[in-house]
């Protein structure tokens, strides 16, 4: 059963990345369905997040900016991942709030 979970406020004034464990990514693409703006599979069949400008990050640990509008989407994303691999953290201290190691 899959149950849908609302993003906590944040601020709008508190900026968040995203990264993804490739050793833990399953490869079922649950991420690039959710949020294709952000998430891609790659020919090796693992997820990597995306630049801005639509580059596949492929750097072990690569992140990119979260944009406010697609927070939802990458925090059910991070939420329905199989392999618990995507990460998003604050930019300002790098506290994981939603993924394996948010607290």
């Not at 709030?97 to 607290?103: C, I, L, M, Q, S």
């Given at each position: 059963m899959t149950v849908q979970h609302e993003a906590p406020e944040t601020g709008a004034e508190e900026a968040l990345e995203v990264w993804i464990d490739?050793?833990?990514?399953?490869?079922?693409?649950?991420?690039a369905q959710y949020?294709?703006?952000v998430f891609e599979l790659?020919?090796?069949?693992?997820?990597?997040?995306?630049s801005s400008d639509?580059?596949?990050l492929q750097d072990a640990g690569a992140t990119t900016p979260v944009p406010l509008p697609l927070l939802q989407d990458v925090v059910d994303s991070a939420?329905?991942?199989?392999?618990?691999?995507?990460?998003?953290?604050?930019?300002?201290?790098?506290v994981e709030?939603?993924?394996?190691?948010?607290?």
């Open positions: 490739q050793d833990l990514c399953t490869g079922d693409g649950i991420c949020a294709p703006e790659d020919i090796d069949g693992l997820a990597y997040v995306k639509d580059e596949l939420k329905e991942c199989p392999g618990d691999c995507i990460h998003v953290r604050r930019v300002s201290d790098k709030v939603y993924g394996p190691d948010a607290e």
